[in-house]
């Protein structure tokens, strides 16, 4: 079964950090590239970052660069999110997904995990 | 502020027709295929339509897509119950490199 497992959110003080983490099955996981997509508390989905099969492209919404950081370990079958100088309007719940690439965007994010909420308040 | 324009809700009475419009322009719809997404209460999302107007395997032909220039549809067709949920219209956009989403639409089953 093809699936995406998402862990390591909680509760965290603003300017704090936590680390994200995805874990695939069911699939070849080094042949996709990846995405973490989040929703905020009654809001609709919002794009964080993707990365290349081989780590090589990475790219972020304009609101966390310079704040997160998305890494995978092929070997592993893993996708990361470190997030650090975390804000109130962080607090959402973030998804990993199975990303097409830019290039074959038309395929869509066809495979998403379950979530994990991460909470960022004092 | 979505790059990319939904209506914030839809209503119609079961067994009828829905469509649900989604507006971007020439860096993203307008370039690049709309996908869309399904996400039920309380559930993670689910790619519904791919490629302007593909259904992945398993999905229910009730459901169908269009694009046309800068603009996209979804329509869903014979409504049910559980058709209740809310539907989020996608797309890479070349100028900014991310991909983008709607705002979402509330879909309620009179």
């Known amino acids: 079964e093809v699936q995406l497992v998402e862990s390591g959110g909680g509760l965290v003080q603003p300017g704090g950090s936590l680390r994200l983490s995805c874990a695939a099955s069911?699939?070849?996981?080094?042949?996709?590239?990846m995405s973490w997509v989040r929703q905020a508390p009654g809001k609709g989905l919002e794009w964080v970052a993707n990365?290349?099969?081989?780590?090589?492209?990475?790219y972020y919404v304009d609101s966390v660069k310079g704040r997160f950081t998305i890494s995978r370990d092929n070997a592993k079958n893993s996708l990361y999110l470190q997030m650090n100088s975390l804000r109130a309007e962080d607090t959402a719940v973030y998804y990993c997904?199975?990303?097409?690439?830019?290039?074959?965007?038309?395929?869509?994010?066809?495979?998403w995990g379950q979530g994990t909420t991460v909470t960022v308040s004092s | 502020q979505s790059v990319l324009t939904q209506p914030p809700s839809v209503s119609e009475a079961p067994r009828q027709r829905v469509t649900i419009s989604c507006s971007g322009s020439?860096?993203?719809?307008?370039?690049?295929?709309v996908n869309w997404y399904q996400q039920l209460p309380g559930k993670a999302p689910k790619l519904l339509i791919y490629?302007?107007?593909l259904l992945p395997s398993g999905v229910s032909d009730r459901f169908s897509g269009s694009k046309s220039g800068t603009s996209a549809s979804l329509a869903i067709s014979g409504l049910q119950s559980e058709d209740e949920a809310d539907y989020y219209c996608?797309?890479?956009?070349?100028?900014?490199?991310?991909?983008?989403f709607g705002g979402g639409t509330k879909l309620t089953v009179l």
């Open positions: 997904a199975r990303d097409p690439s830019p290039a074959a965007s038309y395929y869509g994010m066809d495979v």
């Open positions: 069911g699939f070849t996981f080094s042949s996709y590239w």
């Open positions: 990365i290349k099969q081989d780590g090589s492209e990475k």
């Open positions: 020439s860096s993203n719809i307008g370039n690049n295929a």
């Open positions: 490629y302007d107007d």
């Open positions: 996608a797309a890479w956009d070349d100028s900014l490199n991310d991909w983008v």
